[in-house]
């Protein structure tokens, strides 16, 4: 008798509640207990927020997130959550921080995390988005395959095994992960992930394989997913590219629209259509088909990771007014529009606002690369703004 996937993971579901019930009362050892070893509290943000009460409840909230941090060797993991949960807060989901203690049961995080699901349905949350970095990460991945009510998972940097400077078992981050893909096959869940350049724990040693194989295989399955495979970014690189101010503000609106939707947003830095994404209004009018030195319309994420669009009008004796507007963010960070006034200098374009100014010089074919000077430094210092992408009509 052939048994169907929901069947199976049924029995998978089974399987691991019994298991549950091993580690909440071991034979002669210390209990699984709420408040000693692990925690379910209300997410405490790392800066500023323009909440005005968190969290606001099953009946107002688009849903609910649960972040579970990596491992922390003995100790508690942190109190406060990483940006991008403090961005999904504000975009309207309540955000819940699963706390544990990692002195115990470490390698056990996809059952402490079963607990905190459950937890969270008793409040009435329907819409359950887990998400993690590294061994929280992989924890996430491990309770998408048992729990078919969850509404989708965002591992970042996923980790479950090795320790990559004394054995070879970090390889088996990407092997391990291929097996659990293929456990989704028939979910309706909605997977979003991140991996990144210089991972400690995969990437430094292998080429870019678990994001594009992961994006591949989830299709091949049916499975919705938004896979960010080592972006090229400021900030967003090592095990740790998904945990700061920079992944929040860049990747934030995609990813609240993708699991919002299950479809996956306009996101690339040269796609006309990602300026909505980030709220940047009003929509562009009809592009050029060519583009014809610096005038057109460019776009692109700035250094600390928004997004940004610039719009360069035909030069009128070196002159010319442009219209710089830049995306949505976090902590309170709407979009806005600015004028630039540009002037040719030395082949460049520059924009000149007191002591500093922006230098814009082709990078490349339909290119743009902005550095930041500040005359005011005690030696001039110059720091990489941007690479913007010309839009043309396709």
Known sequence: MRMTGEGSRLLQLCAMLLLLITVVQPAGAQPFIEGTHFWLEPAVFPGKTILQAHPQ??????????????????????????????????AG???????RHSEFYAQRIALVMMVGVEKIKEKGYQRIVLMGQSGGAWGSIE????????????????????????????????????????SYKGSTIRVGAGFFTNDDWYETK?????????????????????????????????HFGGVGWEFARRYGPCLDAFFETG?????????PATAATFQILPALPTLPRKGTGYTGFWQGTIATGRFARLIIPALADGRTEA?????????????????????QRDGHLVYESGKFEYRLAFAGNDQIRITYINHAAAQRAEAYFATLHRLLQR
């Open 206 to 238: 292998q080429p870019n394989i678990r994001g594009p194989f992961a994006r591949q295989r989830l299709t091949e399955l049916g499975i919705p997913n938004f896979i960010i495979s080592q972006p090229d970014y400021s900030g967003m690189s090592t």
């Open 143 to 182: 309770l998408g395959t048992y729990r078919t009510d969850i509404l989708g998972i965002l591992p970042l940097a996923p980790a479950g095994y090795g320790d990559y400077s004394h054995d070879g078992r970090w390889r088996q981050n990407d092997f391990e992960m291929r097996t659990k893909w293929d």
């Open 93 to 99: 989901w309540d955000a819940y921080n699963l706390r």
């Open 263 to 271: 479809k996956t947003p306009a996101c690339n830095d040269d796609d």
């Open 323 to 343: 219209y710089y507007q830049i995306g949505t963010g976090i902590d309170g960070e709407k979009p806005t529009t600015a004028k630039w006034v540009l002037a």
């Open 57 to 90: 409840g099953p009946a107002k909230a688009k849903g609910v997130v649960i972040w579970n941090d990596g491992y922390s060797g003995d100790k508690i993991a942190p109190g406060k959550v990483p940006p991008i949960v403090q961005y999904f807060a504000e």
